[in-house]
Structure formats: C-alpha cells, structure tokens
C-alpha cells in the first residue's frame, strides 16, 4: 500500500485491521493527519524503557530526599529488611512497616530489577511490558517487596522455556504473576509457624520454603493458562484482565489452603511508626511534590519527542480505549502526555476527596494506586473515557449517603476510606465502557464497582494484590449483558472486526513456531 500511496501509511486501529491513515478514524469520524504518524516499534520500545528507568530513578531519589525529610537516615535499610521479612496480605502499608524511605527505596529497586530484564533479553519492550512495569511498582508501597516478588517473576519462565516462547514478548506475565507475592510471604514466614509467629522475628521452616516452591510452579503453568480465557468473560471492557483471572485462582488458593485446612485466614499487620504519627499517618506534601515531579516530566519529556507539539493528543483522547494500544496507533510521545495529563487528573481526585472527607490520606497504598492509575496509559485509559468512573464513585457515596440521611443514620465510610481509594485506581480499567457505551455507562460501572471494591478481598483473603482488577472484572460480568441488550448497537459494530490479542494481556506464542516458520 505504501507503494501504491506513498502519501498513507499503515496504522493499527482499535481493532487491529490495517487500513491507510486517510481514512475515518473510527472513534472520532474525524481524519489522521498525514503528519502525524506513529512512532516505529524500536523507537517505542526505546522510550519504553527509558520511563521504567526514569521512574525507577525518580524513587530511588525520593528515597534519598524522604530521609532528609522525615529524619530516617540511620535505619533505612534496616526498615526495608523488615518490609521483606513481614506477610503482607491487603491492604499491609509499608510506610508503616518501614518507613517513606524504605518503601520509595522498595519500589526504586523493584522498578531498577524489571528495567534490567526489559533491557536485557532480547526483543522490543511493548506497551504491556510497561502495564506491567507500572503494577510492579505501584504495589511495592503495600505489598510486594524485593523479595517476595522472585518466586512469582521467574515461576513464569520455565513455562516459557517448556513451551519454546519467546522471553521478551511475555515478560509482562512475569510481571503479572507478582500480584501473588503475598502468598510467597505467607508462606515462608507466618502459615506453618500459626501462633508461634513474631512480627519482625525470621523463622523459617522446610514446609514453608517448600510450599513457596511448589506455589511458584504451579503460578508457572495455571496463570499463562487462565489469562486468555478470562478476556472472553468480559470481552475485552477491563483492562485490567489479570485481575478478574488472578482473583479467582486466588480464590480456590486460599480457600483450599485456610479454610479447608481449618487454618486461621491472615490478617494484615499493623505496626506503632512513631515517625509516621507524627505524619498522621499521611505524608500528603511529600507525595504531592513527587508526583507534581515525575508527571510534569512525563508531559513535558513527550512535548519534545513529539516535535515540541501537542499535535495528536486531540486524537488519543477520543479514542473509545477498547482494545487499542495508544503506542502503535499515537506513538509513545503522545503516551507520555497521556500518563501525565491522566496522572494529574488522578492525583486531582485523590486530593480532592481527602480533603473534604475524613478518611485515609496519603498512605504507602494511596502512593501506590496512584502509580497503579496509569497502567494501562499506553493502551487504553485516557483522561476523557476515566473521568465517568471517577464520578461514578462520587454517585455511590453521595446516594449512600443521602439514604443513610433519611434513615437517621450516619454512614459507616466515605469515600476517601482506603478501600475506595484503592478500588477506584483499578476501576478505571473499565474505561472501554465509556468510550463504547457512553458517560452514563460509565457512570453506571463506576457505581458498581464501587459498591463490590471493599468486598471482594475476603475472597481471596487479601492474597491476591490486583484485587481492583478483581472487582473491575466482576463488575464488567454484570453490567456488560445489560448493556448490550439495551444498547445493541456497540456489540453490532465489533461482529467483523478482528481482535489483536497480542496487544492484550495474555500469553503470545512467537518462540519456536515463528523460528520454524522462518527456516
């Protein structure tokens, strides 16, 4: 085609069908500007890269500068040992454990360890290796930490080498399969010792090491299995699809390893942090600037690759975000805008909902849902398909709370209560919704989702950390049939179009097949 019309070129659209850049975009009806066309793959993967190391960077400073700032000097790395050492089930707060410090320090060696995988192994990292890259991090502020994350990383690769795929392509499943860390913790340090176990004290035991073990292998050959086949139960409108699939699995884990062993189900530590007390519990200021910080470098780190322009931004944000990787269609200039202008719009909330109702501030899981937000900025979430989430959980608490008024009762949370705070960071995986169904189907899953977010732990005892990606999945299950009975519509549209399932987060099988069918 480029032969035939040097003028187009050739674009991926939501649907992965291939088609001249002149013609209709599909979610705006409005024309692709000739001039903007997408950045090629390794140029991607480049940029890719680059945002893991500078976030990985951007920690490791903070963790430098949090302890000029809370006085921490002399006991950090002490108090990121005992991160490592304590069971983390939801929601464990690691500023409490440790310390500001010793979380940003956490996440700032997490965020440096998959960079060195990202670079090393051989291929281009895509816009999935950085969904991942982002829910590593986000969850080194309450409950993955530098060493339960192994066991879960590598279990991932034996399936891989078994099956002749390739490392790099589905290093994101590596990435994913983190979100079982807390069991690897369980294990080795809390489920064989029951009362016997001391916080902040290391006992291990041959049972729990080797329970750790036979976990981590079975992670290798369950998760690559589950993956795809959870997509199909919500039809690609959440994001986050790991998590409806981890959550179930982590469902039958717990029960099977608690309940039906007549086992005492964990519960989260909670720890006396004299400095972070002093805090009230919330270091709003610090955690404000750092993220002033690395959004305001992301926007403006993407003007400049884009040719120091905004040009296409317009472009992105009316995207519906269904099925559609924002890096080959827009390039990863345009995705930095987007991760920045979306984190800003974020952290707005967050502040805005902390300050007028009482809750939770700026904890070790506020900071790490913030980061947890802007997952899927290369692949589908934008500030314009977010934002009737966002409302949608404003709607449940303000009707709860209306209600609870006129049945002379007080409301027993709000919603800047932690629960919330960390729900609605993974709702916004629902955001293909919005752009398929509209705002009042946003406003709509939002509300759902909202509702289910504080219950769905006790599932899986708090074991599995992507558990918004649980409930976000849930939610799709439910309103997903209504939606398409009374809006047929949106489902007429996709009959003929063919899903890229490449671009989502299920395992890609390029390993020996493609080497044989290139011999």
Sequence with gaps: LNALCPDAIIISNTAGLRRPAS????DTK??????????????????????????????????????????????VFLDWRRIMISPCPLVTDYLAIGGLSSAFLNAGACGLACFFFMVLLKGDSHANTLAGYFLVVAHCFYGLNFLNMWPCFLAPFLYMKRKG????????????????????????FRYTLGDDFVYGQVRLTVSGVVLAIL??????????????????????????????????????VFNFMYRTMGIEPPQALTADNVIYDYFNRSYRSFATLFFLAAFSLCTISGYILNGRSFKGFRHLVTDTGY?????????????LINIGCYGFLFLLYIHLITH????????????????????FSAM??????????????????????????MDGREIAWTISTQGYINGVAFATGLCPIVGRYGIRAGLAAGFMCASMCTATSALHGGLVLYNGGFTAGTTALILLPILEHYIP?????????????????IVELPGKEKRRRKK
């Excluded at 919500?234 to 959550?247: E, P, T």
């Design 380 to 405: 589908g979430q934008h500030p314009r398909n977010v934002w009737p989430i966002l409302a949608g959980y404003l709607l449940l608490y303000l009707v709860t709370l209306v209600l609870c008024r």
């Design 165 to 188: 795929l390739d490392f790099k392509e589905n290093l994101h499943i590596c990435m994913f399969a983190t979100s079982f860390a807390p069991f690897i913790s369980e294990f080795l």
């Design 489 to 505: 519509s949106a489902r007429e549209r996709l009959k003929d179009q063919t899903i890229r399932m490449n671009d989502l987060i």
């Design 23 to 26: 013609a209709l975009h599909k």
């Design 356 to 375: 007028f109702t009482e809750g939770a501030g700026f904890t070790g899981p506020t900071i790490g849902v913030t980061v947890a937000a802007l997952t």
């Design 30 to 75: 409005e024309k692709i500007p000739m001039n903007h066309r997408p950045s090629v793959p390794a140029s991607n993967s480049r940029i890719i890269n680059g945002t893991a190391l500078g976030f990985s960077i951007l920690f490791l400073l903070a963790s430098l500068a949090a302890a000029c700032f809370v006085g921490e000097w002399g006991h």
């Design 215 to 252: 976990f981590s292998i079975l992670l290798a050959f369950v998760l690559p299995a589950i993956l795809p086949g959870a997509r199909a139960w919500h039809k690609g409108y959440n994001l986050y699809n790991g998590g409806l699939a981890f959550g179930i699995f982590g469902f039958f």
């Design 323 to 335: 099925s559609s990787n924002f890096a080959e269609k827009y390039g990863m200039p345009l995705c």
